[in-house]
């Protein structure tokens, strides 16, 4: 029996063939990205590339479903990858170990029909909507947090934008976090399989649903909130001041965690070995090198540099002295 004949019952021959010639990004493999990906995968979507800079952590496993133990410390977009290939071998998967700014954002994200929100943090979610007005691509903004979902359906200029509900993003002391308010796992499922669920509709042919869709899991509430009726100035005139953001480095304090976050845009290509060297003959120390990360101490500070430039840096550290410590020792 055919590997889609039951969704071919429902879909219909032509609508679920089309699932085969669509090219989908799916950007965070975390939580909501990997229950997204699960779903398209199993329903046969053509090619999925997956983008995600972080790696698995046992924190992890509590709601991300693709992954187990033997993945703790992969990379989430190859882990993923290599689980899905298990599930539907038909589908062509283009993992991508890599951190999306503005200087990347455009050459990673052109050429695909539907963009799919799997990320946690609204810097991502802005860049995504400035994508969308300057490509026309649709996307789908998803999240979880406590045991409230959210899924919203985006086509600007054709549909309300992100910044026509929220013209800039929150502040980040404003905005829980999994790490500030917790996650439950059940919640992230029915987001993400919400999200799954209207971009099967939209890549079979059939319009999502246009309203943002709020459920609190919890207390037994649901929402579903119409969109803004008129367009912000940033979809009407295509304004994207996000994509065009130009910045170097920035540095971070972590959210609920002690240490910095070191970002670099474009993102670059780390010497691990030659860097390896060099701290090994800086703090006297060992440090431990993977092909995408190198990790040591230096004084009160675990550090951990990942090939694409990032660095965490978790101790006593400011940032200012986490971006001086980072220009000293890989280069500005």
Known sequence: MSRYAKQRIYLGKEADARLRERRVAVIGLGATGSVIASWL??????????????????????????????????????????????????????PLVTDLTSGNAREVLTGFDLLLDGSDNFEVRFLLNDVAIATGTPWIYCGAIGGEAMVWPLHPPATACLRCLMEEPPESADVDTCDSAGVLGPAVGVAASWAAMEALKLLSGTAPHVDLVRFDLWRNERQFLKPPATRCRYCRERVTEFLDARWTLKASRLCGLEGVQIRVNPPRQLDLPRLQERLQSRTGSDWHRAPMLLRGQDGDNRITLFSDGRALLHGPITPERARSWYSEVVGA
Do not use: F, M, W
């Not at 992969?74 to 998967?93: F, G, I, T």
């Open 41 to 94: 995968a199993r329903a046969g979507v053509g090619h999925l590339t997956l983008i995600d800079r972080d790696l698995v952590e046992r924190s992890n496993l509590q709601r991300q479903l693709l992954y187990g133990e033997s993945d703790l410390g992969e990379p989430k977009a190859e882990a993923a990858a290599r689980r899905l290939a298990d599930a539907n071998p038909d589908v062509v998967l283009t």
